[in-house]
Structure formats: C-alpha cells, structure tokens
C-alpha cells in the first residue's frame, strides 16, 4: 500500500511538470536594471540589489560581439552625450612638467691624481660656493714628497756639475717636473719650489674651476686613492628644465625650435631656452620619454629642483580634434567610443597627437562625421566590461 501512494505522487508531479507552461527565452532580449546595470539576465525579473522590475533590451540585429547596447535608462543614468567630430585647428602649444636640474655639461669633478691623506678640506658643506684658482685641499703624500725631493736633487745635481757630462742634467730636471705636473702641482707652485729649494710634507691643491659643492663625500683625516674624487662642483649659470613627453608627442617636436621654461615659483616668470637633449631611449612601460632645456640663470636665482613648465610653440594646423576626457588612456594605448546605431557604441583604438588646453588631436582611427562619444566613456568602459566580461581593448591590434 505504502509503494502504491509513493508511484501515484511521483507520477502526478511528473505530469504537473510536464504540462507547466514554459517561458520561452528570446535570444535577442536581455534584461537589466536602470539602477544597476551590471546586472544582466536573459529572462523577466526583479534586480537581486535594488529589487527593481528588470527593463528589457532588445539586442540589435546582426550586432558585433564588440558593441554595446544600453537601454534609455542607461543613458539618461550615466550622461551619455554625443558629437560629430570635424576638423579643428589645433598646435598652439605644448605644455610639459619639468624640474630644473644641474647643467651636467657644466659639472666639474676634482679628483686626487695620488694616492695620500687629506689634511684640510677648505669647503666643509654642500652648496658652498668654490672660486676658481682658490685652495680647494690639503694633501699629505710619501709618494709626491718624494717626487719633490728628485726634482730639487736634479737642480742642485746640473749646479755642481759645472763641467761637461753625459749625464743630461735638463732632461732629468723636466722629467721629474713633468711628474709633478702629472700629479696636480702648478707652474706657480713648481717656480715656487725651485726658488725657495723647501719641499714641505703638506701639498695645497686649487680648483680649476668655480661652481657649488654638490658633493662632499670625503673627510679631513680620510685617505684617497689616485683617482678618488674629493668633490664634485657645478655652475648655476644654467640649468636643464627636464622635461616629461609621450612618444606620440615626439613627432611634433622640432630640435632647433626656442622653448619657453615656465616658473610657477617666480610668479609664472618665462625664460627662453633652447632644446639641448631628446633621449633616444623610450620607456616601453609608460611611453614616456625625457627632454632638456637649456636655460640662463643670471644672479643664479633659480635652483636645481624647482618646478616648471616647459612651453613648446608649434604652428597650428587642421586637425581631428577631442576633448580630453573622450579619450582612455592606458599603457596598451588609446581608445574612444564611437555610436555606431541606436543607444549601441564601439570602442575603436586611435593614435593621439598633440594636446592643448584640454583639446587632444586624432591623428588615426576616425574621420570626419562619426559619432563620438565626449562624456562618459568610462561608465561605457565598465559597462562593457560588466556585461562582456572582457576588456574592449583587448580585441585591438596595438
């Protein structure tokens, strides 16, 4: 009896279920909601965030795998505005952020030519300023008082041979001369040895040229090996405006062209310059490249590491023009969202050119008349993303 009640449950619930009317799916409609977007469903039903009626959209016929097609809602939501592109003027200028730097050109390193001890450094801070021909080191050497003590050997040696020898006294007295030349002593200080016929243990060294200490790695009391550096010198008298540039940007800069440097620290004050250094290295990451402006520091106001702004002039001429904002940017390259029918957008990859104000230049992948999308490309970016489950980018050749 038991069986018999279990066989007939079974077998009403199986006939219930198989008369139960079923809802088709249209495959060409899906559901979502006005709130949230991100969701999606393929059939009639309530948002599970907002609890919402979801709204149909009806997929265009023959739509690409790459397009996106949003509902009125949508739309209205996330301000989504069109344009037309058309020729514009653009090339005005080009702004760059840059920092001043040390003028490497202009750099100096004065070295130890021997091997001793440093009795006495004359400039004990960075930023010191060091004239040129003034004592710069104290210098304690066996091996240059040695080289003294030959020289004065060979001056006393061709007076007391009076009479002809084959021994050839001045070349040994210009050898040993030579020497201490090689080792850092000057004529001045040479003459002076000779006359007075003193060789003093401690050796002064002077610089040979003028500039601001910007290194000072070494102490009184230290040793310095030949060769070692006692410090590194620079002449403010010019900078280097440094300055950051996208390669699609490199093509419009011309090398013999006068840049203007910008200070906001000196009230917007502008400076001529002249384009002294384009690096031939690009950054495969960030596709940035690096440039330098040669500019004149009179009264060595300006210092190393004040901000700028490098202004670069170009003739203007008719171009595809964007806002900004139109474009998405990123490490694999550009891209804008084109409408391509009703309420249904696509993304395309396009090559930027110059900027200015807040306009971009397209240089390729549009053309006049098509429909653009200048607010909110990035709420269309994620949409895609939300309901493709892939990014737009990545179908692009780059």
């Not at 609890?51 to 097609?69: A, F, I, R, W």
């Not at 009184?220 to 900078?239: H, N, R, W």
């Not at 696509?346 to 429909?371: F, H």
């Amino acid at each position: 009896m038991r069986y018999t009640i279990i066989i007939t449950i079974a077998l009403l619930f199986f006939i219930s279920c198989k008369n139960k009317t079923e809802i088709p799916k249209d495959p060409d409609t899906y559901y979502t909601c006005s709130m949230d977007p991100q969701v999606v469903e393929y059939k009639p039903g309530k948002c599970p965030i907002c609890k919402m009626d979801l709204t149909p959209v009806k997929k265009k016929n023959g739509e690409s795998k790459d397009e996106l097609q949003l509902s009125e809602q949508q739309i209205q939501l996330g301000n989504i505005q069109t344009d037309t592109i058309r020729n514009g003027t653009i090339g005005d200028q080009l702004v760059l952020t840059a920092t001043l730097n040390f003028d490497q050109m202009k750099a100096t390193s004065v070295s130890s030519r021997i091997m001793g001890r440093i009795e006495r450094l004359y400039y004990k801070n960075l930023g010191d300023y060091v004239r040129k021909d003034l004592p710069i080191y104290d210098l304690y050497s066996e091996e240059l008082n040695n080289a003294k003590q030959e020289y004065l050997l060979a001056l006393d040696k061709k007076k007391t041979f009076t009479t002809e020898t084959v021994i050839d006294f001045d070349q040994l007295i210009q050898s040993a001369k030579n020497k201490l030349l090689l080792w850092g002593l000057s004529e001045t200080q040479i003459n002076e040895l000779a006359t007075t016929k003193k060789a003093t243990p401690i050796t002064t060294f002077y610089s040979a040229a003028g500039g601001y200490v910007t290194q000072l790695d070494i102490r009184e009391g230290d040793y310095v090996m030949e060769g070692g550096t006692i410090v590194k010198l620079a002449d403010l008298s010019t900078l280097w405006a440094e300055a950051q540039v996208y390669t699609s940007q490199l093509a419009e800069l011309n090398r013999n062209s006068a840049a203007i440097v910008q200070l906001p620290d000196f009230d917007n004050k502008e400076i001529k310059g002249r384009i002294e250094f384009v690096n031939p290295e690009i950054n495969p990451d960030t596709r940035i490249n690096l440039i330098r402006v040669s500019i004149p520091n009179p009264g060595n106001q300006l210092k190393p590491g004040m901000p700028a702004y490098v202004l670069l002039k170009s003739p203007q001429r008719q171009s595809l023009t964007l806002p900004i904002d139109a474009v998405i940017r990123d490490g694999k390259g550009a891209t804008v969202w084109i409408q391509t029918g009703k309420n249904t957008f696509k993304s395309v990859m396009v090559q930027t050119g110059l900027e200015s104000d807040d306009r971009i230049e397209i240089k390729s992948g549009l053309k006049s008349g098509d429909v653009v999308v200048l607010t909110g490309a990035y709420l269309l970016h994620s949409e895609y993303v939300f309901k493709k489950g892939a990014d737009p980018m990545a179908g692009h050749n780059h």
